[in-house]
């Protein structure tokens, strides 16, 4: 329960502070970050970034109180609510969660990312701890879920063209 809600996915990207990881995840040596599932170095060209439907899942990344009000309101709307006032939402059942933010250690970007990602939903209520791990299964492990996500095809770069007809330029 939450974790599959769109309406958390979005609270919560609407909560990342994408500023501290560009400057400190990053170390600065990124472009500005585009909160959207396309990456716009590999796809720019193929894309009409005017779209409506795509307009709309996009957002200023600078708006940061609106955002955060904009992420509190989706959640209060969708029964997420701290009933003890102990700063963490329940899920809408009443019962409490703790989400993990896991990646392999030494992956120190990653590893900063989350660590913001984690400081960012507390700032909406949300309990997620990250949880760094030995890497000697991560490759496996991606190996086997390659195919299973679009969207991790597409952050790394290895959608197939007709995944994207959906978003390209007439």
């Not at 990342?16 to 909160?35: C, F, H, R, S, W």
């Not at 795509?54 to 940061?64: G, H, I, K, N, S």
Request: charged share 30%; proline share 5%; glycine share 4%.
């Amino acid at each position: 329960e939450g974790r599959n809600d769109p309406i958390v996915h979005k609270a919560i990207a609407l909560a990342l502070d994408y500023e501290a990881i560009a400057q400190n995840a990053m170390d600065g040596q990124t472009k500005a970050l585009v909160p959207c599932f396309l990456n716009p170095d590999l796809y720019d060209k193929y894309i009409d970034w005017d779209n409506e439907e795509l307009q709309e899942l996009m957002w200023d990344t600078t708006a940061v109180d609106d955002n955060l009000a904009l992420a509190n309101e989706m959640l209060d709307k969708a029964g997420y609510i701290d009933t003890d006032n102990d700063g963490i939402r329940e899920l809408p059942s009443g019962a409490k969660h703790e989400w993990k933010a896991e990646c392999p250690t030494g992956w120190s970007d990653w590893n900063a990312s989350l660590e913001i990602l984690c400081e960012s939903a507390k700032k909406i209520g949300l309990n997620i701890v990250y949880a760094p791990y030995i890497p000697f299964l991560a490759f496996t492990i991606l190996y086997m879920l390659n195919d299973l996500i679009l969207d991790f095809k597409v952050a790394f770069g290895l959608a197939k063209p007709e995944e994207l007809e959906k978003y390209k330029k007439d």
